[in-house]
């Protein structure tokens, strides 16, 4: 079982930076597919961005195409988020998500495995 722990979030202003890591535990990182969320209060959760096991495809929501790169390492058994060009939208607890690897596509939903959040604050 792979146990996910985020990190990296915190306050910023519109335009700035951050980027986030997330690092799991468990022998068998590398057959995973891993993802970013968000959830804004009063929001559903929404799909960011995904990364196929091997790293070798990304999908990006169109909200955060051009401005968000995810990124893994699977020696460090991380996955990454940076965001650039922030804005005060892009406040929300941010989570990253696995899921068993099945198929050599980035997978939007059917993740069954979260962390627990990291809230991001954009400042105007």
């Known amino acids: 079982q792979v146990q996910l722990v985020e990190s990296g979030g915190g306050l910023v202003q519109a335009g700035g930076s951050l980027r986030l890591s997330c690092t799991a535990s468990?022998?068998?990182?590398?057959?995973?597919?891993m993802g970013w969320f968000r959830q804004a209060p009063g929001k559903e959760r929404e799909f960011l961005a995904g990364?196929?096991?091997?790293?070798?495809?990304?999908d990006y929501a169109d909200s955060v195409k051009g401005r968000f790169a995810i990124s893994r390492d699977n020696a460090k058994k991380t996955v990454y988020l940076q965001m650039n060009s922030l804005k005060p939208e892009d406040t929300a607890v941010y989570y990253c998500?696995?899921?068993?690897?099945?198929?050599?596509?980035?997978?939007?939903?059917?993740?069954?495995?979260w962390g627990q959040g990291t809230q991001v604050t954009v400042s105007s």
């Open positions: 468990g022998r068998i990182y590398s057959y995973y597919d």
């Open positions: 990364i196929t096991s091997g790293g070798g495809r990304t």
């Open positions: 998500a696995a899921a068993v690897a099945r198929a050599p596509v980035v997978r939007r939903g059917g993740y069954d495995l």
